[in-house]
C-alpha cells in the first residue's frame, strides 16, 4: 500500500505538512477556542469591574453613614445636656421664691441653685416691663429688646443663639422660660433665664472629629456660625458675622441653606479648592445646625485596598488578553511543528497546570487553616468585648444608680431636717396651749353651755391624751427617715470616688440598713437574724462606693437564698442566719470580709461557675447574673484582693474576701 504522506527526513528541507484543508480546520478551531476564551475573559472582568463599582458604592455608602451617625450621636448629647438645663430652668420657675416676684425672697434661692447646678455662669429673672434682677451684679437692666425674652414672655421656653451679657459682658447663651404667678398658666408675670457659658456649647462640638484635619462647627437658623475652629467667624447678636448663605464657596451656601431647613445628610463638597465629605444633621432643643467637615481621604482611603484588588483584576484580565493576542499571532507557526513538538508542549503544559493545580490547593488549604484561626480569634475576641461591655454597662447603670440615690438622700434631708428641727417646738406649743386649757379650766370648772357642746363634740380629754403621744411618733418617724437618708448617703459614697481611707463597717452598716425591708419578718416566715463579730479595723484606702456594691451584692444574694428556700428547725422556729465576721492581720497587712448564711448552699459544679459573666440560678427575670462577676472584678483588679466562694449543699453559703489596708497600685477609679 502507498503511503498516504511522504515521510519527513531529519536533513530534508521538505518536512510533512497537513493537507490545508486539515490545516485551515485546525487553525479555525484554534482561532473559535480563543475566540471564546477572550470573550469569557472579556465578560469576566466587566462583570468584575461593575461589581466593583458596586461594592465601592456600598462600602462608601457605610462609611459615609457611619460619619453621620456620629455627628449624630454628638449631637444627641448636646441636646440631652440642653433639654436637662431648659428642664431644671423650668423647675426653678415654679418655685414659691420665684414665683413671688420678690427679688429680695428669689436672689438667695436664685444664687444657691448657681453654685449648685455649675452648668449655669448666673440666673436672673426679669419682670413683665422688662427689667432685669442678676444674681451676678446688683445693677438693674432692661432686656425688653432681647429676643430670649420676647419668646418667654410669649410662654415659650427659648434657648436664644451666643450673645453678649449686659451684666457680665461675657459671651452666653440664655436658657428662658416664662414665670407664672399660680398654676393657672394664663399669663406669664415674668421671665427667669439662667446663662450658659458659649464656650461650653463649642467644646461639645469641638470634640466632634473624624480624623487628622476634620473640624466641626453649628449655624444658627440665620446660618450664622455659633461656634467654628476660626474664632473670627463666630457670631453674636452684638458682633454678628456673615451668614454661610453669602459664602464665596458655592457647594458651603447650598448646603449651609438645606442646615438652616433642619435637614440632614452626609454631602461631598469643594472648599477652597479641596474635597470634604460635610455631614450636617439639625438640633431638636435649639434652632441650630451641627456640621462634621472630612477631609476626602479620611473616608476614601479606607477603599484603598478594594481599588488595590479592582487594579489586580484589571490587571490580570489585561494580561490574560495580552497571551491571547500572542498565542494568536504565534498560532500559525506552532501549526508547522511537528506533531512530536506539538505533544511534548502539550505534557509539558499539563505538567505545569497540574503543579500549579497542586500549588494553588496547597495554597487554598493553608488560607483555609489561617480562615479557620482567624475567625476563631475572632470569636473569642467578640466573646470578650461582648462581657467587657455588659460589665461597662452595669457599672454605668451602678455609678447612674448611686448618684440617683445620692441626689434623692440630699432632696429628702432638707424638709425632713425642717420638720424633725420643728417638732419639738411644736410640742411646746401644744404643752403650752394644753397647759392653758387646764388652768382655763380650773379657773373657770362652769363654762357655759356652748363652751360644753364643744368640748364635748371635739373631745378634748382624748385630745390632752393622744396628741402628745402622736408628736412623738412624728419625732420617732422624722428620725427614722434621717437614719436612712444617712445611710443612704453613706452607701453612695458619691463624694468618694477615688481612693481613700474610711470604716468599712461603716458601709456595711449602710448596707444593711438599706436591705433592712428585706430582712423584716414576713407573713411566710419570721425576721432573718443579722450577726455581726466585728474585729478593731483600721481605715482601709479603697473605693468605698464600689466595694459598697459588693457587700449589696453578696448580702442580697444570701436574703434570695434564704427566702427562695425556708429552713426550719425540729420545734418550727425558723433558722434564717446571716452572719458578718471582720478582722485585721496585722503580719500581712490585709482585712478579711467574710459574710456567712445558713441558706441550703450550692453543689460545687454551680460553684464554679458563679463568678462567670451571666450565669445565674435565679428564673428568668430575677437576675441577670452580673453581680457577683462585678464584684470579683472590684476586688480584684480594682483593690488588688482576693474574693472566694465556700459552700455545702443543706449547710449554707461563706463569701470571704481580702483586702490590702494600703494600695500599692493606684489606679483611675
Known amino acids: 500500500m502507498p503511503q498516504p504522506y511522504p515521510p519527513a527526513t531529519k536533513n530534508s528541507w521538505l518536512r510533512w505538512r497537513p493537507p490545508s484543508s486539515l490545516q485551515w480546520n485546525i487553525s479555525s478551531r484554534n482561532l473559535l477556542t480563543q475566540l471564546i476564551i477572550g470573550s469569557a475573559a472579556l465578560g469576566i472582568g466587566i462583570i468584575a469591574f461593575l461589581g466593583y463599582q458596586v461594592l465601592r458604592k456600598l462600602m462608601l455608602a457605610n462609611l459615609q453613614k457611619e460619619a453621620l451617625s456620629q455627628v449624630e450621636h454628638s449631637i444627641h448629647e448636646i441636646d440631652d445636656s440642653l433639654a436637662i438645663l431648659k428642664a431644671r430652668v423650668e423647675m426653678m420657675a415654679h418655685t414659691p421664691p420665684v414665683r413671688s416676684m420678690n427679688w429680695s425672697l428669689a436672689k438667695p434661692y436664685l444664687k444657691a441653685e448657681a453654685e449648685r447646678i455649675q452648668d449655669f455662669e448666673s440666673l436672673a429673672f426679669v419682670n413683665s416691663t422688662g427689667w432685669r434682677y442678676h444674681t451676678a451684679t446688683t445693677h438693674e437692666t432692661s432686656v425688653r429688646d432681647r429676643q430670649w425674652f420676647q419668646m418667654a414672655i410669649a410662654g415659650k421656653t427659648y434657648i436664644s443663639d451666643p450673645l453678649i451679657s449686659r451684666a457680665t459682658k461675657l459671651s452666653v447663651v440664655s436658657v428662658a422660660t416664662p414665670i407664672y404667678k399660680n398654676s393657672n398658666l394664663v399669663k406669664p408675670v415674668g421671665v427667669l433665664s439662667g446663662a450658659i457659658r458659649t464656650f461650653r456649647v463649642a467644646k461639645a462640638i469641638e ?191 451602678m455609678s447612674s444608680l448611686g448618684q440617683l440615690v445620692a441626689g434623692i438622700a440630699h432632696e429628702i434631708n432638707n424638709p425632713v431636717n425642717f420638720i424633725h428641727g420643728n417638732v419639738s417646738h411644736v410640742n411646746e406649743y401644744v404643752t403650752d396651749l394644753l397647759s392653758l386649757v387646764a388652768l382655763y379650766q380650773q379657773k373657770y370648772p362652769t363654762p357655759d353651755a356652748e363652751i360644753e357642746q364643744a368640748i364635748a363634740d371635739i373631745e378634748l380629754e382624748f385630745i390632752e391624751a393622744d396628741l402628745p403621744k402622736t408628736l ?192 500599692k497600685v493606684l489606679e483611675t477609679a
Open 207 to 397: 470634640q466632634l472629629e473624624y480624623g487628622e484635619g476634620s473640624y466641626a462647627f453649628a449655624l444658627n437658623s440665620q446660618g450664622q456660625a455659633i461656634a467654628h475652629p476660626d474664632a473670627t467667624l463666630v457670631t453674636t447678636v452684638e458682633r454678628p458675622t456673615p451668614s454661610f448663605l453669602t459664602s464665596p464657596e458655592s457647594d458651603l451656601a447650598k448646603l449651609t441653606h438645606r442646615m438652616i431647613e433642619s435637614q440632614e445628610g452626609i454631602e461631598l463638597v469643594q472648599i477652597k479648592g479641596k474635597q470634604y465629605y460635610m455631614a450636617f444633621m439639625p438640633l431638636k432643643e435649639a434652632k441650630w445646625s451641627v456640621a462634621l467637615v472630612i477631609p476626602r481621604k479620611n473616608i476614601d482611603s479606607q477603599l484603598n485596598w478594594l481599588d488595590g484588588i479592582a487594579a489586580a483584576v484589571i490587571g490580570l484580565t489585561g494580561m490574560l488578553l495580552g497571551i491571547l493576542v500572542y498565542v494568536q499571532s504565534a498560532e500559525q507557526a506552532r501549526l508547522q511543528r511537528s506533531k512530536a513538538e506539538a505533544e511534548a508542549i502539550n505534557q509539558l503544559l499539563e505538567q505545569k497546570v497540574a503543579e500549579r493545580t497542586y500549588e494553588l490547593e496547597e495554597a487554598r488549604d493553608q488560607l483555609e487553616e489561617r480562615v479557620a484561626e482567624r475567625t476563631q480569634e475572632l470569636q473569642e475576641a467578640l466573646k470578650h468585648l461582648t462581657q467587657t461591655q455588659s460589665r461597662l454597662i452595669q457599672t454605668e447603670k
Open 472 to 663: 412623738t411618733s412624728m419625732n420617732m418617724g422624722t428620725q427614722r427617715i434621717r437614719e436612712i437618708v444617712q445611710s443612704l448617703r453613706v452607701f453612695s459614697r458619691m463624694d468618694e470616688a477615688e481612693l481613700k481611707p474610711v470604716d468599712l463597717h461603716t458601709g456595711i452598716d449602710s448596707t444593711l440598713l438599706i436591705l433592712q425591708h428585706r430582712l423584716k419578718g414576713k407573713p411566710d416566715r419570721p425576721p432573718i437574724e443579722v450577726v455581726k463579730q466585728y474585729g478593731d479595723l483600721p481605715p482601709i484606702e479603697c473605693y468605698a462606693g464600689q466595694l459598697n456594691q459588693v457587700f449589696m451584692n453578696i448580702l442580697a444574694n444570701a436574703i434570695d437564698a434564704l427566702e427562695e428556700n425556708p429552713h426550719y428547725n425540729s420545734d418550727g422556729s425558723y433558722l434564717g442566719r446571716i452572719t458578718i465576721t471582720t478582722e485585721y492581720n496585722a503580719q500581712t497587712q490585709m482585712v478579711k470580709v467574710a459574710i456567712a448564711d445558713n441558706g441550703p448552699g450550692m453543689p460545687e459544679t454551680v460553684k464554679q461557675k458563679i463568678f462567670d459573666p451571666f450565669f445565674t440560678t435565679k428564673p428568668i427575670g430575677k437576675g441577670t447574673g452580673m453581680g457577683l462577676s462585678i464584684s470579683y472584678q472590684i476586688v480584684h483588679e480594682k483593690h488588688n484582693g482576693q474574693m472566694e466562694c465556700f459552700s455545702t449543699p443543706e449547710t449554707g453559703t461563706k463569701f470571704i474576701i481580702h483586702i490590702p489596708v494600703k494600695q
